[in-house]
């Protein structure tokens, strides 16, 4: 079946520091998928990526869909204490399901 | 807030128990779909739902079901409970259309722990 690899699996950054994420998939995509979850919480629709190549910012957060479609990357620039989570990448193929990375865990220490 | 209603927030049951988790997509949805998220196998898709059919199965065990209503509400009923069941259920819904880009929004989740 479908896998992505979601890198890395924690970071500890600064305040300030600029983050940089990726999911790489063993299969084409048709659409990429960026979500935040505190604890406890539901995932929270970040940026959603349709097209090959589309580059789509949301306000400190930017992301990418890559070219062959098996791969995506979400970055966060100035990163301030409220971006603490864990950030899942998910990609979506011929079916409706989505496959989700298993996450990547931010602490940003201020 | 993303739209997505889910109740209970927390459920505490014994093994050998049944539960149904209810789920309300974002007005105007149509599809709903289920996920488990534990934290030994992070999110997975369970189910999909779309205008009341069953469109796509995951990773959902026969002794879990699910539907969904006339109001476009679903419910995921859960049977014979195992320890190895509690994790948090969450439900997404999105407007699905035929061969588009679907992105669905989820809800706050249900925490289930079986005892």
Redesign the interface.
Known sequence: GQQLNQSPQSMFIQEGEDVSMNCTSSSIFNTWLWYKQDPGEGPVLLIALYKAGELTSNGRLTAQFGITRKDSFLNISASIPSDVGIYFCAGQGGSEKLVFGKGTKLTVNP | D?G?T?TPKHLITATGQRVTLRCSPRSGDL?V?WYQQSLDQ????LI?Y?NGEE??K?NILERFSAQQFPDLHSELNLSSLELGDSALY?CASSV?ASGG?????????T?LTVL
């Open positions: 993303s997505v889910q599809s779909y992070g999110l997975q898709f999909h779309y469109r796509a995951g969450f699905w880009a679907d992105t669905q929004y989820f809800g706050p989740g925490r």
